[in-house]
């Protein structure tokens, strides 16, 4: 290909991104027609295939990475004849390496330790069906429904919260399509004006997803924006908002002071916060727990949406996040396509860390 032909393309894609984007950027103003000034190539990657939505990817398949991870441990311990020093030890560094935690191994290992001296588990088989039954148990309590009032009259409103990059624009994509696939209207409000890429991601799901969209201006207050969102959907008469929000700020902008206050005004509008979704990077580990300790503090979270899942070894996280904060993991992001969303399922999950 030459030169022409390069600019050629390039001023094609161009045209054709501008020639779709559709931005409200004040309150009560009719959509106007904004063509976009920056090139494809600036735009943040998304993910391209169509937006329908496939039977739910198996979520055991799906996990990859994490699939497994006690299978070498499991192995060692069943080649024993006896439960010793070592059983211990082997049970805990898996434990410990898939990220479940210090305090949540200790929780699940010192129980099982009493009734081996006990006596009540007698061999080593017997223990890890029994480790695998507390895991399961320990997460099986929790109501992983996303809260939907169909009776409110006006728009739910699902707040995604999050660190950057921790797949909250992704996320709202995903559950977009979710959501339209289930028969309910979505708009997304593109509350993360932090930078411009950021709204035309969304943008760009939001075509492929067939949401409606409300953006700001590049800096506008995400407040703002979200309110405007929730009021264009309660005017259209749109079910369901999803809000992204940004995972940072400017400098001198407190990030959790921000979402409150999004939260707040959010309400004051045509609807009401029915879910706050907590975004987290599954690869970041226990650092997850630090991150959601916050958020929760900050925005009174509902559920945690756990991403990369099918990228990292350290699902293990979701023990700790559930009993140390009591914030049920509804889902589960395991790729970056829309279909690539799954409910929580402990039982699934368990099952799928012990066997290869
Ligand atoms: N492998 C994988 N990548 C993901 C997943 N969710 C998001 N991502 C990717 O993570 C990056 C950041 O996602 P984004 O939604 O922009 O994060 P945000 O800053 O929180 O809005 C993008 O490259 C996404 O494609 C997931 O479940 N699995
Ligand atoms: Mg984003």
């Known amino acids: 290909m030459n030169d022409t032909w390069v600019y050629v393309a390039l001023a094609a894609a161009v045209l054709l991104v501008g020639g779709v984007v559709v931005a409200r950027r004040s309150r009560g103003a009719a959509p106007i027609a904004v063509p976009t000034p920056v090139a494809p190539v600036a735009a943040e990657p998304v993910a391209s295939e169509p937006a329908t939505v496939a039977a739910p990817p198996s979520f055991r398949d799906r996990l990859s990475r994490a699939r497994g991870v006690f299978a070498t441990a499991t192995t060692g311990v069943l080649r024993r004849s006896t439960i010793d020093q070592s059983t211990w030890d082997d049970l805990e560094e898996a434990m410990l390496r898939a990220d479940l935690g210090v305090k949540v191994t200790a929780a699940l290992l010192d129980p099982l330790r009493e009734r081996v001296k006990r006596r009540d588990i007698a061999d080593p088989a017997a223990l890890i069906d029994a480790l695998r039954h507390d895991m399961t148990s320990r997460l099986a309590s929790a109501q992983?429904?996303?809260n939907f009032d169909a009776s409110l009259g006006t728009p739910?409103?699902?707040?995604?919260v999050g660190v950057n990059g921790a797949g909250k624009t992704?996320?709202?994509?995903k559950i977009a399509a979710q959501q339209i696939a289930l028969g309910r209207t979505v708009l997304m409000a593109a509350g993360d004006t932090f930078r411009a890429a950021a709204g035309e991601q969304l943008e760009t799901w939001a075509t492929r997803t067939g949401a409606a969209i409300v953006r700001g201006a590049e800096g506008a207050d995400p407040s703002s924006v979200v309110f405007d969102g929730v009021q264009s959907a309660a005017a259209r008469g749109i079910q369901l908002v999803l809000?992204?929000?940004?995972g940072r700020l400017q400098t001198n902008t407190n990030l959790m002071d921000e979402l409150r206050k999004v939260r707040r005004v959010?309400?004051?509008a045509a609807g009401v916060v029915t879910e706050v979704l907590l975004v987290i990077d599954a690869t970041t580990g226990q650092n997850g727990l630090v991150q959601a300790r916050q958020f929760a503090d900050a925005t009174q979270v509902t559920g945690v949406v756990l991403t990369k899942l099918d990228g990292s070894a350290k699902g293990g996280i979701v023990f700790a996040i559930e009993t140390e904060l009591g914030i049920p993991i509804k889902l589960v992001g395991l790729g970056e396509t829309v279909a690539d969303l799954a409910p929580f399922d402990p039982h699934e999950f368990v099952a799928a860390l012990f066997d290869e």
Not at 156 to 160: A, C, D, E, S, V
Not at 170 to 173: E, F, H, I, K
Not at 243 to 246: Q, R
């Open 156 to 160: 739910n409103i699902w707040l995604m």
């Open 144 to 146: 992983r429904g996303l």
């Open 170 to 173: 992704t996320s709202v994509a």
């Open 266 to 268: 959010a309400e004051k």
């Open 243 to 246: 809000a992204d929000t940004a």
